[in-house]
């Protein structure tokens, strides 16, 4: 018989895309019985075995693009709060206007977080949605008192990690909750008269100077040219920058 924690521990290890085999030598228990333990997670899991920051030593995130695009909707549009001793609420709120966006990212929080429901709650103009669980500050350990623009807003080693890995999902996230992809018109007086042209070009706008910087360091990574159109708005509007931020992001739905 094997103490509960060398069953998350295997479990932990196969979500991170490690073999059976190699679970068994790293845990000490048999093939045979980290399979059964495999088998039946999908009726009864064991909730400590779905965070990877809570392992003796931390697990890859599985999949960090999902958690790339999930810390970008966080840092745009999204707070922790305690809700009793050892829980915490991740709550992230969607403009009723795309409800393309609202499934994506509720489909997003499962994948990261697996065992633990999402649900949703109508708010003025928006839906919240919501997933209660202890592991959620070990996953954005940049939750604290107040506003973010209010604080430092650092990433951790690990999570710099997965950006400059996943630099496109985590733009998306940024961008479809603090962003937006539109049209800007601009008027042209001809010899002939007056014409109008339109193209499209992204905005950001953030209160936090880290965060408009964590933006500015993914798009530099991709190779994506932009500017600052103020203090706390900056803009991408070259047309081969708009195609290239097209293929990660794209416009809201």
Known sequence: MHDITVRHQALRLLASGLSVAEASRQTGASASIIRLWRDRAGDTPPTSAVCPRCAPVPLPLAPADNYAHLLGLYLGDGHLVRRSTNV??????????????????ARTMALVLPGFPVTRRRRNGC????????????????????????????????????VSTHPGPFLRGLIHSDGYRGLNRVRHQLSSGVRWYAYPRYHFKNESRDILALCCAALDLLGVAWRFNNRNELSVARREAVELLDRHVGPKY
């Open 88 to 105: 915490y609420q991740l709550s992230i709120y969607c403009d009723d206007h795309w409800p393309g966006l609202i499934e994506e990212a």
């Open 127 to 162: 839906t919240e949605l919501k997933s209660m669980s202890r592991h959620w500050p070990h996953l954005f350990p940049q939750h604290g008192p107040g506003k973010k623009h209010e604080r430092a807003i650092v990433l951790d080693p690990w999570q710099q990690e997965v």
